[in-house]
């Protein structure tokens, strides 16, 4: 059974930072390609940052490249998104998935994901 819990999520202006945290509930974290995405209403959910399950590589979309960083703790089985310099089109649901397979550029269906609740990240200007 696949557990993510998200948290760190706020209101915050324009200019400011968050780092939202992802508390992973699986068996031998450190096999698993973990990622955040984020989905605005009325938007589809996007890609927003991807890990290898050693950390070594990253993966970033091209709207928060050089802002945001993903990071991950497998001691601690917990991944990372910090945010800064957050802008008002960052305001969306923020959600932690997890997957076996190779996620770092690959654009994977949403089904290959384990996925955590969401936590809201509001950017105000």
């Known amino acids: 059974q696949v557990q993510l819990v998200e948290s760190g999520g706020g209101s915050v202006q324009a200019g400011g930072s968050l780092r939202l945290s992802c508390a992973a509930g699986?068996?031998?974290?450190?096999?698993?390609?973990m990622g955040w995405f984020r989905q605005a209403p009325g938007k589809e959910r996007e890609k927003v940052a991807t890990?290898?399950?050693?950390?070594?590589?990253?993966h970033y979309a091209d709207t928060v490249e050089g802002r945001f960083t993903i990071s991950r703790d497998n001691a601690k089985s917990t991944l990372y998104l910090q945010m800064n310099n957050l802008k008002p089109e960052d305001t969306a649901m923020y959600y932690c998935?997890?997957?076996?397979?190779?996620?770092?550029?690959?654009?994977?269906?949403?089904?290959?994901?384990?996925w955590g609740q969401g936590t809201q990240v509001t950017v105000s200007s």
């Open positions: 699986v068996y031998n974290y450190r096999v698993w390609c």
């Open positions: 998935a997890a997957t076996l397979m190779a996620c770092i550029a690959d654009n994977l269906s949403p089904g290959a994901y384990y």
């Open positions: 890990i290898s399950d050693d950390g070594t590589m990253t």
